[in-house]
């Protein structure tokens, strides 16, 4: 049973306008959240963090929004570049010792 | 600076043959993890580890085994391949107990098994 669901497998965003991944989730015991991006050929890498004693998070071009109250995240992009096209996962800690992932969302940005 | 070392990148194996895939790490961490990505699935985790000699089941963990006899090293043996074994395969280390520290992901290793 997916505990972090994201529902968009894809989305396609033009160049310099603002990309809004999404992410929910189901245990409200979560309490802190993370984003990967990931090429293809690569491993996924970090990309930024909320935990939920925040409801924003920004580095750079990059916002994460938790709202606790819906169980749902987002990601902003902005604004979207070339490079920002891969694959987002957004995850949570499921216990101590396991992080679990949601499906991915394929980003596209449309030059 | 190599990170988190996988080997090899691609296997192609039959059904009922057995193989280790090899993950390294040179960061000192002391939580590794394996994952494997299928498409629709996300990424799902199979065993990990929290420091030498000690090792847990993840979500998918049927068909695979794991040691940890090193802080270095984590392996992932397939025991009997199957079909559905047929994956991407990620290792993965982290400097912090596992779920809340940033996690470093190897570049994978792809398995078919016909």
């Known amino acids: 049973d997916q505990q972090v669901k994201q529902n968009s497998p894809s989305l396609s965003v033009q160049e310099g306008r603002i990309s809004i991944l999404n992410c929910d989730y189901t245990n409200s015991m979560f309490d802190y959240f993370l984003w990967y991006k990931k090429y293809p050929a690569e491993g996924p890498t970090f990309l930024i963090s909320i935990s939920s004693i925040k409801d924003k998070n920004e580095d750079g071009r990059f916002t994460v929004f938790l709202n606790k109250s819906a169980k749902h995240l987002s990601l902003h992009i902005v604004p979207s570049q070339p490079g920002d096209s891969a694959v987002y996962f957004c995850a949570s800690p499921f216990g101590n010792e396991k992080l679990t992932f949601g499906t991915g969302t394929r980003l596209t940005i449309i030059p | 600076n190599a990170g988190v070392t996988q080997t090899p990148k691609f296997q192609v194996l039959k059904t009922g043959q057995s193989m280790t895939l090899q993950c390294a790490q040179d960061m000192n961490h002391e939580y590794m993890s394996w994952y494997r990505q299928d498409p629709g699935m996300g990424l799902r985790l199979i065993h990990y580890s929290v420091g030498a000699g000690i090792t847990d089941q993840g979500e998918v963990p049927n068909g695979y085994n794991v040691s940890r006899s090193t802080t270095e090293d984590f392996p992932l043996r397939l025991l009997s391949a199957a079909p559905s074994q047929t994956s991407v395969y990620f290792c993965?280390?982290?400097?912090?107990?596992?779920?809340?520290?940033?996690?470093?992901f190897g570049e994978g290793s792809r398995l078919t098994v016909l």
């Open positions: 993965a280390s982290s400097y912090l107990t596992g779920a809340t520290g940033e996690l470093f």
